[in-house]
C-alpha cells in the first residue's frame, strides 16, 4: 500500500485537490482571516506605495 511508481500520478491529484479546498476554504475559518490583522506584514510591503509624494 502506498504510493508508489504505480499510482503516483493519483496521489499528486489527490493532494493537490486537497490543497486548492484548504485554500479555497481560508476566508471562511476564523483564525485564518485574522492572521493579516494581528501581523501586519502587508503595511510594510505597501508602506512605500501609499506614502505621500513628494510635490516637485
Known sequence: MGINASNADLGIIILMTLLTVALALVPLIPI??????????HRLIWRGYYAPKARE
Open 32 to 41: 485564518l482571516r485574522d492572521i493579516p490583522r494581528w501581523v501586519p506584514i
